[in-house]
């Protein structure tokens, strides 16, 4: 079938490889339709494809290779591209958040995938949710007239907020506050952009008032002037040195001295401080956590994109690559054709697929809370904060093994920085730790998952995505053929079964602990291993039923909702066979029907091989925002990777100083020595 | 309990956190003891300690930290390391092929675990195992009159050794071969130091006489002028770009263009071209993948050690940082007390003394199948070479995935090049991809376990490791309380069962599929997921067997055998939580008995608290071979997270170029706007 759709993301003039166009032949659907369907309708895509096209095909954003630079160039080039891609998106009249959220990922698909200045977003957002009605601040930032970043994290704290150890000390005779790191460890650290490049920064710090102590609240501080840019008195800035990754970012650390402010730099929408240093609490701080949840749900979509890229590469490269013989004399094969390629592969195209609608239901679900705040129902925040802070945790851990494992699949040239594997996992893999460290994470939707147990013993109802708790599922899986594994109904049931069991046995081995006389927080510490199991058995069923969900939705042609009901069916099935032992452990599979898992296992990687690469052509990932020689569209890898190898700075001279000042003097002693 | 052992791991002036110390006042064994167990007896470990000083007191190999290095920085300053090393080596009179790696290995520890120009031993190793007895090459290579490197892996090609395109052809009338590169694809492609430092190779090519291809022969090249190191003629050299890693080494590209080379440079200690080119065949070409079998064995302690080096990293750290609050205003507890913490330390300090008793039981089986060759017994070398490999992917895929969970068990300090993960893990995550890539390694020991389950069912017998194959365990767990699972033959029983079961299983299965019309090749291509299935249950079984041999067999104190004892229960206890499903899908295992499995599990989290920084103190890592600022001996992690970051070259200007060029014109464009 003839794949218009992705003949966008690539050179006009490429030939394509015929290894891989023969896989284009035989795909039973037309990708195009596949993508509309992830990205919305047709509409949207046209309308992603024209908007990214802006940027692709922008000069002004061409830069060498990433790999190639030095830090600095790659900060330096950055933060010029950061301000072009402003200037430009102001001067095109993109204001819609998601069409300049296209338009910003396109302009720096070569550089990475954190633009620099990214966090002026979060900051507005901030002062718009927590600021009073003065729009002082939101206006500056908004027009630029000052670069801000978001300080939280400190030296020696990070997701226990309460941990925080920088002071903001009202002092009532000037009617200021005062910013002060009283240790080393009370300094910021990690901020992005607050190293080098930022001027402003709102900063979490504690509230001291006529004595006491009021918790952390959120403050405006200007830390470098606006003529000349050096740090204001009693302010220390400093970069925190070279990362796994985000090269072209200035994370920063912030050390204050007794700091002086406005006492109106307070961002006062919620707590108050009075002009005598009275101290107003707020009405309710229910919200005062929307932009982290925001945040966290966004991260669900972004990482089934990543393991799309991730796949993509592998997936085409794979079609390309040939490798050892399986019916002698015959040549070389697709490594595609290896059963242990395809284990590889095909798991991680479907759970690209999952993640991806689940990243859609996230959305959707945010904005459906943020309706139901809006009317006074705040009933629905702790269900969205738990669902956030899980999926967020299980599809980021998830996707980062992927990528890994796609990368190794790639053998030795995935090593290289030509595969884009190396940039993709050294960029994306903070987010396991940051936003909420996954283990903690997975620990407050255990957290949420017991109150449900609770609540359900009480004889409480409740409805939502937790209601399977309060379900009388059966007790042994129904499948008697393998067939019967393909039925969706089959699937969910068990993953049903399985979450329900484990979450029910953590509750009762809190309970016990809880009964032994330990207090709740220790008890609680001595349950991890089966509240974190309990999470992640919770969030696999989430993604699986959302992903259902979506494939019965889809209005796409039958050939596009087919494939899609067979990635959902290898998503599923693929995870019964990998956690078989949580749906053992209690007999409700049998061995038998394992084996039989496995065998529909097999049967799926040999349905999906001729649809491979037309699935992760559906992804619709142009070649510049893949940056990867590895998986281009054309399949023209080897010719690519030569050129790109011959273009490294490593080559510039056929002799380097290296030889002259040690191998060369080096070899001719010992060549003379030898010959005495 | 003092620890002298560790002393001299860290500055003398340090002062000890005191968070630390006390963690190791609480140990139940003196750490030194454990060490000499590791290294093999206390004099080892004495002049192991010798030899490191001398390079680490040697301030010749001082340099700035690799992660403030351009690219180039990094590459001239590993050649220089190198060759001093090599000098150093011979005046220093260190010929011991084991103390000249202690050595090199200290010299190097702050620029990376691999060493440039690190292939001339394998050349070496290659001349004397396959060159004819002409010391020749030999002499040339031992007294670096010339620089070399090994050319299998082409642009195209990798683990399938028979798919090299290079060729050699024959010509008679000048007594030559002609190297060349008939395509894009058999450019040799990754070898380490190729592209800018070497002067020869060892390259294997095609070799063509009399007009018929031979298969892969080794032949000596000399690739540049040991004048002025520019490539001789016909001969294209260069740098493959950046990489994942190995930013210090120049792994390159070479083609060939017609280039001749005198016949005696074929390596023809086996095969021989005689001058008219008639070809002589090996009489046993057995050994020929000798030294492929060594360096795979070498991988598993070396994996122990790296892991071991991760784990301590991230338990140290864990000891110094705080977090969260278990009881309300008793302040923030070490995380190292966090039950989810232990989880993620303790059963990776287990698996790292595992594996190091794993590589040294390879190194002796290789050097007991090496007198058995000798004395005319090639019979051991299948086994030899099944469990290298299997051992080599096992090893490598388990310390790979922990790495990455270690780092991120430090949060988003684990990101930080400060903490030694991200250069840890880039450096050594090739060990899954090179030297046989593991899901091709796992599928070799998988052929020989068929082999041997076709021997038993014709009733032959074997020994060695594959013989629990021929036995006839138990088929059910024995265990009837929590206490039996601490059990050694309870614990292997149950890893002898499983791999026993899923060998068979895969048996099966393979039979059945060549019944079923298909061949052979297409057959086992089918069978994939089962026999790596296979190839990892037994190397599990394997490397627990070793373990509690090598627990058994010591005779150290009894306080650091039931540590020890305790280690190898906490690796297989943990193993069987892990791999539940295994051991449940026949019913060997109940969920009831798995159920104490974890309660078991939990006992041995709280048993190991108390030794958890000891245990790691004892791998006897020097704080200067570790490269971490988190993971000093002294525990000082802030102040000198703090000096390091003020160190990076990022903060040479308090106001860098980027603000010039691009912020500073950006912010004063806006400011003057909006007073418009």
Chains 1, 2 share one sequence.
């Not at 910013?179 to 952009?193: D, Q, V």
């Not at 139901?372 to 269900?383: A, D, K, R």
């Not at 097999?602 to 690469?613: C, D, F, W």
Request: with cysteine; hydrophobic share 40%.
């Amino acid at each position: 079938m003839a794949s218009a759709a992705t003949a966008v993301s690539m050179d006009p003039g490429a030939k394509i490889n015929p290894d891989i166009q023969k896989e284009r032949d035989t795909a039973t659907f037309d990708p195009l339709h596949l993508t509309y369907e992830l990205d919305g309708g047709r509409e949207v895509t046209e309308r992603r494809r024209y908007i990214e096209s802006l940027a692709f095909n922008d000069p002004d954003f061409d830069c060498k290779d990433v790999a190639f630079m030095t830090r600095e160039e790659n900060y330096t080039n950055s933060i010029r591209t950061a301000v072009l891609c402003i200037k430009k998106l102001k001067a095109l009249d993109i204001h819609d958040i998601t069409e300049a959220m296209w338009y910003r990922r396109a302009a720096h698909s070569r550089i990475a995938l954190f633009p620099a200045l990214g966090l002026q977003g979060m900051v507005c957002h901030t002062i718009e949710t927590m600021d009073t009605n003065r729009q002082h601040w939101l206006e500056k930032a908004q027009n630029y007239e000052l670069l801000a970043t978001y300080c939280q994290t400190e030296l020696g704290h990070g997701t226990f907020l309460r941990g925080l150890e920088t002071t903001a000390t009202y002092d009532p005779s000037t009617e200021e506050f005062v910013m002060h790191s009283p240790t080393l460890t009370a300094m910021k650290w990690w901020p992005g952009n607050l190293g080098k490049s930022v001027t402003h920064a709102v900063v979490a710090a504690q509230l001291y008032t006529k004595g006491k102590c009021y918790g952390v609240h959120m403050f405006m501080v200007q830390l470098r002037s606006l003529e000349d840019h050096q740090s204001l008195p009693g302010i220390e800035l400093g970069d925190i040195g070279p990362k796994m990754g985000y090269a072209n970012i200035d994370n920063g650390f912030l050390r204050f001295t007794h700091v002086r402010i406005p006492r109106e730099n307070m961002l006062m929408k919620y707590s108050q401080v009075e002009p005598d240093g009275t101290y107003k609490a707020p009405p309710a701080a229910k919200l005062s956590y929307g932009s982290m949840i925001l945040i966290r749900s966004a991260i669900v979509g972004s990482m089934g994109r990543v393991l799309a890229q991730a796949v993509t590469i592998a997936t085409r490269y794979s079609a390309v690559r040939r490798q050892s013989e399986l019916i002698p004399g015959a040549g070389e094969p697709q490594v595609l054709d290896f059963q242990s390629q395809q284990l590889k592969l095909f798991p991680h195209i479907a759970t690209a697929y999952a993640f991806q609608f689940a990243g859609k239901q996230m959305h959707q679900m945010y904005a459906d809370s943020l309706d139901q705040v809006s009317s006074g129902n705040f009933n629905v925040l702790p269900e969205l904060h738990a669902t956030a802070a899980g999926l967020k945790a299980f599809t980021s851990s998830v996707a980062m093994a992927g990528l890994e494992l796609l990368r190794m699949a790639c053998g030795g040239h995935g090593y290289s920085a030509s595969s884009g594997f190396p940039l993709l996992y050294a960029n994306e893999s903070p987010a396991c730790t940051y936003e909420g460290e996954n283990t903690v994470m997975l620990l407050q939707t255990a957290r949420f998952l017991m109150k449900c147990v609770r609540q359900l013993k009480s004889g409480q109802s409740f409805k939502g995505a937790m209601s399977y708790l309060a379900e009388r599922p059966q007790s042994r899986c129904s499948a008697q053929s393998e067939n019967d594994f393909l039925n969706p109904k089959v699937l969910l049931d068990a993953y049903r079964h399985r979450a329900q069991r484990i979450v029910f046995h953590a509750a009762e081995n809190l309970d016990k602990a809880e009964k032994s006389g330990l207090a709740r927080p220790l008890a609680w510490n001595q349950q991890h291993l089966y509240l974190i199991r309990a999470a992640n058995a919770h969030c696999h069923l989430a993604v699986a039923e959302i992903f259902f969900a979506g494939v019965q939705r889809s209005e796409a042609p039958e050939a596009v909702k087919k494939v899609l009901m067979t990635m959902f069916q290898m998503y599923a099935v693929h995870g019964l066979s990998e956690k078989r032992g949580e749906f053992l452990q209690d007999g409700y599979m049998t061995g038998q029907q394992l084996d039989m898992v496995d065998r529909v296992l097999i049967r799926l990687l040999k349905e999906t091989r001729p649809n491979a690469v037309t699935l992760v052509d559906s992804f619709d990932i142009h070649d510049k925002h893949m940056g990867s020689v590895m998986g281009r569209y054309d399949g023209n890898v080897y010719e690519n990777m030569y050129k790109w190898a011959k273009s490294a700075p490593m080559n510039d001279k056929e002799v380097k100083d290296a030889y002259h000042l040690y191998i060369g003097p080096f070899l001719k002693e010992n060549i003379a020595n030898s010959k005495l």
